[in-house]
């Protein structure tokens, strides 16, 4: 195959970055997509040209490094998978793709296609979590969890904290990814008594790092490669709602 | 010089061993906690366990880790499930069952009091995991389910669909992140570790990269926790992250730790096969797929070509199940992946056509769905079958699986003793990055397992022993050693970048692990290793004249972050063929070819020499381009009697 890529390149946080055109051929169909940036970087090296700078880790779509918008889409066009994931045969001979780093104020550009992502970071330290410390806890099987609830945490936790949610938002709302982390918690009977503490911290912080609301677009369930869906954010705005009552009325 | 290679093995019977240890080692109290620093390098399952842990008991601790964030460390892609002796399934489960399984699994080359200690606080991690909201796979009753597992023929292992890795992981991260908000863990992301730094003979620091900036940097602490993972990436094509290398624990071997059987590397029988030349990775499926898929391939090649579903039951050949029909399908990993190499060398391999032959297996799943529903495979496996379709284009419910295998996990690494400190004093190695308790060969499942143990359960006691000890005061990074690291690296970065090569370091890292795995992967024989061992020499040779990066080291670079750590990998890769040569038996993953029965039942399988290697290989560091000394820890068998690990 024959790709024409557009890439977008900045040099650091502070610069102003630009598209630059690359032609890349002998692209085998089912070689991957980063696989195919391997391949371009490899020309880059040799014509003694700066590789382009991108991130990605594992490679088998979980660890939630790579982070690209493919043609205006946050990881591109295949549904419920990352970039990395995503292979050649997806794509036509000749076709022109634009590559873009994640776009949204709470996520700056670092370098050429990689952007910071520790706001996700400050949510999680915020709240995300339950409050017990290593030691000798009760036997696992003390606690019956139905089946139902213990899947539904485990679908908010399937969350891998790419932010592709937050950059296919119009307002770059994290509200995906937060409520994801509340509800795989607050689902739970361990995450019960620490409910309405830990979503109103993750919400405010959410709130004060400048991440946009959510005004109901559904965009960020469109390009979850987990699948996560709108229901958390539902779950969520419920369990803020009562938790936020309670604080008003002094239960909490 | 020689090493100190005492293992500190407790007094006692096996079962009291621990106990005894931990009434023994000395305590910090609470209020001088405070006092003490301590640097993990690596947030995986090991590093986040151990800094959440060691900060929830009062210390200070600095947390390193190359990625954006610590929830992204390799462990995350585990996907089968973590093993403990929970006996909840009443199917003669027990600690000791656990303990024999894991040393016999192992094939008798791993410390037994370390393996006791690991299935004794393998139910104490599920419990742990629970209680931090990790969502196990539960049963309508609303209790726990397991699942079986490769080696094993008890159902002992816990899961939560297929990503048990990540759900670990968030757990040890949730309480990472817990300490992080408290002050307690000072996190460092987009850090790699550079050099060790030793004062007066201790481990007192590291040399970090800022991988943004290019910042050269000290810190200093009281001890330094190595969980950086293995190595399996010396072999280019693996299932580790881009990013893994071998790179940190191989300067901490450069400053004198032993690095133990490095020829110790497990090849997982169910990846994905090669497509092509443009291949980066391979994408690993999990083993618990072979609970209900059934391996096999053609029984003549004229079939090889053909769509699988046209071959008829007569003419398929269901060769675990022939060779081993006690445990079948669920052989060990290296048993399942030399029968797949064994039936592709015989030319009966699937698949396409890469370098003129085929090298997959089929994992079928058609007798499954027929017997259970495709739904309840589903429920099972989805995950896995979507992640199979997305790679290869084909859907698995409806044509077999194409598997073949890879590297994927690696038993060697840095020597430790019972208290998982090498031979550096205050360096203490944990997870795969150790080689302790996994022996020739890992069993599925265990890998999360002793990464949680280690962090969660066994360096909290064992690390105030050596604290205890020396007493708290990290040194100033203005010393001279800190100093002279600093400029090591800075010189080493410069060599990089003024060389006038033409070729990328992927280029040589490609070469590497060709070479690698041609002549020391799943099979090995003398003519092949010597061959390795004159080939590496040459390549790297030819790495250094020959190599270019491009970029500046002020910004974020990666193809100087690769340069670094195939410079590694090269250095590294002979240490591993020298071991695989000096191991003159074949045991676990370690296939010698000549040591093989050769009549009898066993006809074809591992020869073991306990006579003559019972023991540990641990190598020690003589100067760049000097042979290694080889030294061994005996390894007793007091409790287990090795026999002819049979699985048939």
């Given at each position: 195959m024959k790709i024409n890529l557009k890439v977008w390149r900045q040099k650091n946080a502070e610069s102003k970055g630009r598209f630059e055109n690359y032609v890349v051929d002998d692209i085998h169909e089912d070689t991957s997509f980063l696989e195919m940036f391997d391949i371009l970087n490899e020309r880059l090296v040799a014509e003694g040209k700066e590789a382009i700078v991108f991130d990605h880790d594992c490679r088998e779509g979980i660890c939630g490094m790579c982070s690209m918008t493919i043609n205006g889409i946050p990881h591109g066009p295949e549904r419920k998978t990352t970039v990395c994931q995503l292979h050649m045969r997806k794509f036509k001979d000749g076709d022109t793709i634009v590559v873009e780093p994640w776009r949204a104020g709470p996520f700056p550009v670092k370098q050429d296609l990689v952007v910071s992502?520790?706001?996700?970071?400050?949510?999680?330290?915020?709240?995300?979590?339950?409050?017990?410390?290593?030691?000798?806890?009760?036997?696992?099987?003390?606690?019956?969890?139905?089946?139902?609830?213990?899947?539904?945490?485990m679908d908010a936790a399937q969350c891998i904290g790419c932010g592709a949610c937050v950059a296919a938002c119009p307002n770059a709302a994290a509200m995906l990814f937060t409520s994801a982390k509340v509800s795989h918690l607050n689902y739970l009977p361990q995450g019960a008594p620490e409910k309405d503490r830990r979503v109103i911290a993750m919400v405010e912080k959410m709130n004060e790092l400048g991440f946009g609301n959510c005004t109901n677009y559904g965009e960020c369930q469109g390009v979850c490669p987990k699948g996560i869906t709108l229901d958390m954010i539902a779950k969520m705005n419920r369990d803020y709602a009562v938790a936020k009552a309670k604080q008003a009325v002094g239960a909490l | 010089m020689s090493f100190n290679l005492d293992s500190k093995i407790p007094e006692g019977k096996i079962s009291e061993k621990w106990d005894n240890y931990k009434f023994h080692a000395k305590l910090v109290n609470p209020a001088n906690r405070r006092k003490y620093h301590v640097i993990v390098v690596g947030s995986g399952l090991a590093g986040a366990s151990a800094a959440a842990t060691l900060a929830e008991q009062g210390y200070n601790v600095s947390c390193f880790c190359y990625q954006d964030s610590p929830r992204r460390a390799h462990s995350i892609a585990a996907q089968g499930g973590i093993n403990a002796a929970k006996n909840y399934q009443n199917d003669g489960?027990?600690?000791?069952?656990?303990?024999?399984?894991?040393?016999?699994?192992?094939?008798?080359?791993?410390?037994?009091?370390?393996?006791?200690?690991?299935?004794?606080?393998?139910?104490?991690?599920?419990?742990?995991?629970?209680?931090?909201?990790?969502?196990?796979?539960?049963?309508?009753?609303?209790?726990?389910?397991?699942?079986?597992?490769?080696?094993?023929?008890?159902?002992?292992?816990?899961?939560?669909?297929?990503?048990?890795?990540?759900?670990?992981?968030?757990?040890?991260?949730?309480?990472?992140?817990?300490?992080?908000?408290?002050?307690?863990?000072?996190?460092?992301?987009?850090?790699?570790?550079?050099?060790?730094?030793?004062?007066?003979?201790?481990?007192?620091?590291?040399?970090?990269?800022?991988?943004?900036?290019?910042?050269?940097?000290?810190?200093?602490?009281?001890?330094?926790?190595?969980?950086?993972?293995?190595?399996?990436?010396?072999?280019?094509?693996?299932?580790?992250?881009?990013?893994?290398?071998?790179?940190?624990?191989?300067?901490?071997?450069?400053?004198?730790?032993?690095?133990?059987?490095?020829?110790?590397?497990?090849?997982?029988?169910?990846?994905?096969?090669?497509?092509?030349?443009?291949?980066?990775?391979?994408?690993?499926?999990?083993?618990?797929?072979?609970?209900?898929?059934?391996?096999?391939?053609?029984?003549?090649?004229?079939?090889?070509?053909?769509?699988?579903?046209?071959?008829?039951?007569?003419?398929?050949?269901?060769?675990?199940?022939?060779?081993?029909?006690?445990?079948?399908?669920?052989?060990?990993?290296?048993?399942?992946?030399?029968?797949?190499?064994?039936?592709?060398?015989?030319?009966?391999?699937?698949?396409?056509?890469?370098?003129?032959?085929?090298?997959?297996?089929?994992?079928?799943?058609?007798?499954?769905?027929?017997?259970?529903?495709?739904k309840a495979i589903e429920e099972r496996y989805g995950n896995l079958f979507e992640m199979y379709e997305r790679i290869t284009g084909e859907n698995a419910y409806e044509r077999p699986m194409r598997i073949y295998p890879a590297s994927h996990y690696t038993m060697g690494g840095l020597w430790v003793d019972y208290e998982l400190q090498s031979t550096i004093p205050g360096l203490f190695v944990l997870g795969e990055a150790n080689?302790?308790?996994?022996?020739?060969?890992?069993?599925?499942?265990?890998?999360?397992?002793?990464?949680?143990?280690?962090?969660?359960?066994?360096?909290?006691?064992?690390?105030?022993?050596?604290?205890?000890?020396?007493?708290?005061?990290?040194?100033?990074?203005?010393?001279?050693?800190?100093?002279?690291?600093?400029?090591?690296?800075?010189?080493?970065?410069?060599?990089?970048?003024?060389?006038?090569?033409?070729?990328?370091?992927?280029?040589?890292?490609?070469?590497?692990?060709?070479?690698?795995?041609?002549?020391?992967?799943?099979?090995?024989?003398?003519?092949?290793?010597?061959?390795?061992?004159?080939?590496?020499?040459q390549i790297r040779e030819d790495f250094w004249k020959g190599v270019k990066v491009v970029g500046d080291a002020d910004c974020m670079n990666t193809e100087l972050e690769r340069a670094i750590r195939t410079a590694d990998f090269m250095e590294f890769a002979e240490v591993l063929c020298l071991d695989a040569l000096e191991r003159r038996e074949s045991c676990g993953a370690h296939f010698r070819e000549e040591y093989q029965y050769t009549e009898g039942d066993q006809k074809g399988e591992a020869k073991r020499d306990d006579a003559n290697f019972s023991h540990a290989a641990v190598w020690e560091y003589t100067g760049f381009g000097n042979k290694p000394v080889r030294h061994q820890e005996e390894i007793l068998h007091e409790e287990v009697k090795p026999v002819v690990r049979s699985y048939k």
């Amino acid at each position: 195959m024959k790709i024409n890529l557009k890439v977008w390149r900045q040099k650091n946080a502070e610069s102003k970055g630009r598209f630059e055109n690359y032609v890349v051929d002998d692209i085998h169909e089912d070689t991957s997509f980063l696989e195919m940036f391997d391949i371009l970087n490899e020309r880059l090296v040799a014509e003694g040209k700066e590789a382009i700078v991108f991130d990605h880790d594992c490679r088998e779509g979980i660890c939630g490094m790579c982070s690209m918008t493919i043609n205006g889409i946050p990881h591109g066009p295949e549904r419920k998978t990352t970039v990395c994931q995503l292979h050649m045969r997806k794509f036509k001979d000749g076709d022109t793709i634009v590559v873009e780093p994640w776009r949204a104020g709470p996520f700056p550009v670092k370098q050429d296609l990689v952007v910071s992502r520790d706001a996700f970071e400050q949510i999680q330290q915020a709240g995300g979590f339950i409050s017990i410390r290593t030691g000798a806890p009760q036997d696992a099987n003390a606690i019956p969890i139905s089946k139902e609830i213990s899947d539904k945490s485990m679908d908010a936790a399937q969350c891998i904290g790419c932010g592709a949610c937050v950059a296919a938002c119009p307002n770059a709302a994290a509200m995906l990814f937060t409520s994801a982390k509340v509800s795989h918690l607050n689902y739970l009977p361990q995450g019960a008594p620490e409910k309405d503490r830990r979503v109103i911290a993750m919400v405010e912080k959410m709130n004060e790092l400048g991440f946009g609301n959510c005004t109901n677009y559904g965009e960020c369930q469109g390009v979850c490669p987990k699948g996560i869906t709108l229901d958390m954010i539902a779950k969520m705005n419920r369990d803020y709602a009562v938790a936020k009552a309670k604080q008003a009325v002094g239960a909490l | 010089m020689s090493f100190n290679l005492d293992s500190k093995i407790p007094e006692g019977k096996i079962s009291e061993k621990w106990d005894n240890y931990k009434f023994h080692a000395k305590l910090v109290n609470p209020a001088n906690r405070r006092k003490y620093h301590v640097i993990v390098v690596g947030s995986g399952l090991a590093g986040a366990s151990a800094a959440a842990t060691l900060a929830e008991q009062g210390y200070n601790v600095s947390c390193f880790c190359y990625q954006d964030s610590p929830r992204r460390a390799h462990s995350i892609a585990a996907q089968g499930g973590i093993n403990a002796a929970k006996n909840y399934q009443n199917d003669g489960d027990s600690i000791y069952r656990l303990f024999y399984d894991t040393v016999k699994g192992g094939d008798f080359r791993s410390r037994e009091a370390n393996v006791y200690r690991l299935a004794q606080v393998s139910n104490n991690i599920i419990d742990q995991c629970v209680a931090q909201g990790v969502p196990f796979a539960r049963e309508y009753g609303g209790l726990l389910a397991n699942r079986s597992f490769g080696g094993a023929q008890v159902s002992r292992t816990f899961y939560a669909r297929g990503q048990t890795g990540q759900q670990l992981l968030l757990g040890a991260y949730s309480a990472l992140v817990r300490q992080i908000g408290l002050g307690k863990v000072k996190m460092y992301t987009r850090q790699e570790m550079m050099e060790l730094v030793l004062v007066d003979g201790h481990a007192k620091g590291i040399v970090c990269r800022n991988l943004v900036t290019g910042e050269i940097k000290s810190f200093s602490a009281d001890a330094v926790l190595l969980c950086t993972g293995g190595y399996g990436n010396v072999f280019y094509l693996s299932t580790n992250a881009q990013g893994c290398s071998v790179s940190a624990a191989f300067n901490c071997y450069r400053k004198g730790a032993g690095f133990a059987n490095p020829c110790f590397t497990q090849i997982h029988p169910t990846c994905i096969p090669v497509h092509g030349e443009q291949q980066s990775k391979l994408t690993l499926m999990s083993e618990s797929l072979r609970n209900d898929g059934r391996i096999w391939v053609p029984k003549s090649k004229e079939n090889c070509g053909k769509n699988p579903n046209d071959i008829k039951e007569e003419d398929r050949d269901y060769y675990l199940e022939r060779k081993y029909p006690s445990f079948g399908n669920l052989a060990p990993r290296d048993i399942s992946s030399r029968a797949a190499k064994e039936a592709c060398d015989d030319g009966r391999g699937v698949g396409n056509v890469v370098g003129g032959e085929r090298r997959g297996v089929y994992l079928d799943f058609a007798t499954a769905i027929k017997r259970d529903g495709k739904k309840a495979i589903e429920e099972r496996y989805g995950n896995l079958f979507e992640m199979y379709e997305r790679i290869t284009g084909e859907n698995a419910y409806e044509r077999p699986m194409r598997i073949y295998p890879a590297s994927h996990y690696t038993m060697g690494g840095l020597w430790v003793d019972y208290e998982l400190q090498s031979t550096i004093p205050g360096l203490f190695v944990l997870g795969e990055a150790n080689f302790s308790d996994h022996g020739a060969n890992r069993l599925g499942a265990s890998a999360l397992m002793q990464g949680l143990s280690d962090g969660y359960f066994v360096i909290p006691y064992t690390l105030p022993n050596y604290l205890a000890r020396t007493g708290a005061g990290k040194p100033s990074i203005d010393g001279e050693a800190f100093k002279e690291a600093e400029k090591s690296v800075k010189d080493r970065i410069e060599k990089f970048l003024t060389k006038g090569g033409s070729k990328s370091p992927r280029h040589y890292h490609q070469e590497l692990g060709k070479i690698m795995w041609e002549y020391c992967g799943m099979g090995r024989n003398e003519e092949g290793l010597k061959k390795a061992l004159e080939l590496i020499p040459q390549i790297r040779e030819d790495f250094w004249k020959g190599v270019k990066v491009v970029g500046d080291a002020d910004c974020m670079n990666t193809e100087l972050e690769r340069a670094i750590r195939t410079a590694d990998f090269m250095e590294f890769a002979e240490v591993l063929c020298l071991d695989a040569l000096e191991r003159r038996e074949s045991c676990g993953a370690h296939f010698r070819e000549e040591y093989q029965y050769t009549e009898g039942d066993q006809k074809g399988e591992a020869k073991r020499d306990d006579a003559n290697f019972s023991h540990a290989a641990v190598w020690e560091y003589t100067g760049f381009g000097n042979k290694p000394v080889r030294h061994q820890e005996e390894i007793l068998h007091e409790e287990v009697k090795p026999v002819v690990r049979s699985y048939k």
